[in-house]
Structures are given as C-alpha cells and as structure tokens.
C-alpha cells in the first residue's frame, strides 16, 4: 500500500511539474472552465441578489391584504368598503391615537427611462395612505423631504434613482398627462420598497380615476400570531373573502418565482457552456498522454503500476479544473459582486437590486468545473493505465 501511494504521487508530481511544456493547452482548458464558472456564478448571483433584495422586505407583523386568487398587488383589487371592514378586524394594532393602524394602497405602473440604454421601463407608483411610511421597517428620507398631503408631489426610492434618469431632487416628471414634482428620496434598509416611486393615495386616485379602488391594504398585527385572527375574520364574512397572509410570506413568494427563473436560465446554459468545456478537457488531456508515452511505458517498464499512470493523469485534469474554478469565481466575484442592476418583478415593474455572490455559491461554481475536470480526466486517465508498455517505447 505504501508503494502503491508513493508511485501515484511520484506520477502526479511528474505530471504537473510537464505542464508548462503543454501550456497553451493547459491555458486553454483553464480559461474554457473559469468562463463556464463566471457564467454560473453569475446567473446565482444574480438570483441571489434579488431573492434577498424581495424577501428582506417583509416583515412579519404587518398583514397585507388582497383579491382572493391574486398572485401580485397588480392583479388585486380591494374595494373602500372592504378596506373599512378590515379596520374592524380582530389582531389589529392601534396608533396613540386608537386608530387602527391600516393602510389602504394604490399600486400602479408607469414609464421610466434607464440610465444605461435609454429605453424604457415600467416602473412602480405607489399611493400610500398617511399610515404607509410608518407601516414599513427602515424607512428614512435622505435628501429632500416627504410629500405633502394633496399636492401632485412623490418621494422616490434611492434604488430607483440609480438606475432611471430624470428623478433628482427638483425634478419634474409627467405620468400620463399629469406632472409631478419629486420632492425626496427615501432608504428602505435595502428592500424592494427602494425601487418605488410613492404619492398621497386621494390625489393619485383622483388623477387615474380609482376612487374606490384599491390594490392592497396593509395591516400592522398586534403581533405575528394575530394574523389567524385576521384571516379567519376575513374568511367568515362573506363581503370579505380576501386572501390575507404576512408581508414576510408575500415576498418570499414572489422572491422565489423570479429567482427560480434566474436560476433555470443560468444553470443550463453553464451545463451547455460545460460541454464546450469538458470538449476541450479532453483534448487538452489525449494530448498529455500521447505527448506523455514515452515517459509513461518507462514508468511501468521500471516497476509502475497503471493505476498510479491513472491517478497521476485524473489529478492533473482535476488541478487544471480547480485553477479554472478558482480563477472563475474569483472574476465573478470582482466583476459583478454589489453590482446595480434592475429586472421585472411579479408586478411586472422593475426592481432594482444588487448582485450578491456568497462563499457557497462560490462552491457551487468550482464543484461544476472539478466534475468537468473529473470527466475529462477520466477516459485519457484509462488510456494511460492500460497503454502497453512496448507501444509507449517504441510508438
């Protein structure tokens, strides 16, 4: 046993120490891994990115009420009258001055013009009540101020303004035929509620003709348990029949529906990437062995076995992957990691988020180029343990 694991690190010494006689090949193989590696690591950055930026922004006792059936805010509608039934709900929380902590919202789509390609998005406008601002977790103006109440003024979230023109401080925008004057930015402590744009809700349904209509209504919960209460009393009044459920479950919900596409996007064009890759391992290992022949039949000719031939040949494949691997998540992480970018929610607006690349995505990345890497080691590591000794002397 011992002379067995001698023999197999006196090859794979060998062998790795012959690479820079086959560095172009080697070079090759190295950079095809590392671009499948970025590639991945990108598409799951990217998902990550938005998965944290969503679901980081529910809270757990606030209640967001909506249509039965609606999968997103855009598709609910809640009319005044239900709106002013949920305020006599059980398990809601109540202000110093004993109203009910509620807020009935408008939420409705508008044209923005991004700053890198100039073409258009939608965009989300928000109509809050004056309950809005209190009922979401981090909420803090940076520049300018809030909106007065009645006046055609918004505040716009500091993600937003990253990423779409014409929405600095004192600037004024038309949606529709009606113009606005952007007053504020806002932080949201990183959430979606950064990628909105918010007005007084009685003005904006003024102007779009909603009066009765709203999309939502958020809800502070005495506490997260209070939430059964809520939906039970929803469910039991028939001019109710609304779904309810916490702010925290609505986001992870639309969180995974977007990331879940991300990642069915990203993970088979890096498999489809892998091949091109695992062509070139391949290649690049044949050519090891056949350049490798001579040395390899005096090996075994002097008392090598061929299954140190075997090991020696998977473990240079497998080290040339790992250096692809490496370099791969190492350029992913300093070309896109904390990267702005912007991609259709649930209510197909644009969300803005940032990329994030965590060490377990990064492991993620170098398993896909070993397993390259043990593939396209593994026949070349074949034909070298079973190449006959005179062959490799005299070929």
């Known amino acids: 046993m011992r002379s067995l694991l001698l023999q197999m690190l006196a090859v794979t010494s060998i062998n790795l120490r012959s690479l820079p006689q086959r560095r172009w090949l080697s070079l090759s193989t190295v950079v095809a891994i590392a671009l499948v590696v970025i590639v991945l690591l990108a598409f799951l950055a990217m998902a990550n990115g938005f998965q944290r930026t969503i679901a980081g922004s529910g809270a757990d006792d606030i209640a967001i009420v909506m249509r039965a059936g609606s999968q997103a805010e855009i598709n609910s509608t809640v009319m005044r009258d239900q709106s002013r039934l949920i305020e006599d709900g059980p398990g809601i929380a109540r202000g110093a001055d004993g109203k009910p902590l509620v807020s009935p919202e408008l939420y409705l789509v508008v044209d923005g013009l991004k700053r890198t390609t100039h073409t258009k ?40 303004v990253r990423e779409f023109e014409g929405f600095e401080v004192g600037s004024t925008v038309a949606f529709g035929t009606t113009r ?80 879940d596409l991300i990642q069915k996007l990203g993970w088979p064009l890096a498999i489809a990437m892998a091949f091109g890759a695992l062509a070139g391992a391949l290649n690049t290992m044949y050519s090891s062995v056949a350049a490798r022949a001579t040395e390899i039949a005096t090996l075994r000719a002097i008392g090598f076995g061929g299954f140190a031939a075997f090991v020696g040949t998977l473990a240079e494949s497998l080290s040339l992957a790992a250096i692809g691997g490496l370099i791969g998540a190492a350029a992913t992480y300093l070309i896109f990691d904390g990267v702005s970018a912007s991609t259709l929610g649930s209510n197909f607006t644009q969300v803005v988020f940032d990329f994030k690349l965590t060490p377990a995505l990064m492991v993620q990345g170098v398993v896909l180029a070993l397993i390259v890497g043990l593939i396209g080691g593994l026949f070349p590591a074949l034909r070298a343990a079973r190449m006959p000794i005179v062959a490799g002397l005299y070929g």
């Open 121 to 160: 998005a939608n965009l989300p406008l928000r109509g809050i009540s004056e309950q809005g601002g209190a009922l979401r977790k981090g909420i803090t103006i940076t520049a300018g101020r809030m909106f007065n109440r009645g006046a055609n003024e918004i505040v716009v979230g500091k993600g937003l």
């Open 180 to 259: 606005w004057t952007v007053v504020g930015i806002f932080e949201a402590a990183g959430s979606v509620f950064e990628s909105e744009i918010w007005a007084d809700l009685p003005v904006l349904q003024s102007l779009f003709n909603r009066n009765n209509v709203f999309q939502t209504v958020r809800v502070r919960l005495t506490s997260p348990a209070a939430l059964s209460e809520l939906k039970a009393y929803s469910d039991n009044d028939p001019r109710l029949k609304l779904d309810v459920k916490s702010e925290a479950t609505y986001f992870a919900e639309q969180a995974s529906r977007t990331s």
